[in-house]
């Protein structure tokens, strides 16, 4: 059974940094695509960054220069690395799998995503 589980969320100042990980299980991560999403209340999931199989990463526009997503592969185990963090970065945040190819295609539609795990939050203040 395919577990992804997220840590790393928190509570920060803006102009802080956080690093969120998330932790696969029942599955080997690489070679695949994964990705990090957001969501605040009654908005859409948001796509922030994505790393396909071959090593490619995507980020959203809002993110580009201030997060960066990598992968330990021995540990099968994304992460996200965010700096200079703002308050409008406040959200949910969701690791996710995309298990049908290497590149990121799909990145960023969420409803083409395998599999989520529960969240972490992140919270910025001004």
């Known amino acids: 059974q395919v577990q992804l589980v997220e840590s790393g969320g928190g509570s920060v100042q803006a102009g802080g940094s956080l690093r969120l990980s998330c932790a696969a299980s029942?599955?080997?991560?690489?070679?695949?695509?994964m990705a990090w999403f957001r969501q605040t209340p009654g908005k859409e999931r948001e796509g922030v960054a994505a790393?396909?199989?071959?090593?490619?990463?995507t980020y959203a526009d809002s993110v580009k220069g201030r997060f960066t997503v990598s992968t330990d592969n021995a540990k099968n185990t994304l992460y996200l690395e965010m700096n200079s963090l703002k308050p409008e970065d406040t959200a949910m945040y969701y690791c996710?799998?995309?298990?049908?190819?290497?590149?990121?295609?799909?990145?960023?539609?969420?409803?083409?995503?395998?599999?989520w795990g529960q969240g972490t939050q992140v919270t910025v203040s001004s």
């Open positions: 029942g599955y080997t991560s690489s070679g695949d695509c």
């Open positions: 790393l396909g199989g071959l090593g490619r990463t």
């Open positions: 996710a799998a995309y298990l049908h190819s290497a590149l990121c295609n799909a990145f960023p539609h969420s409803d083409a995503f395998d599999y």
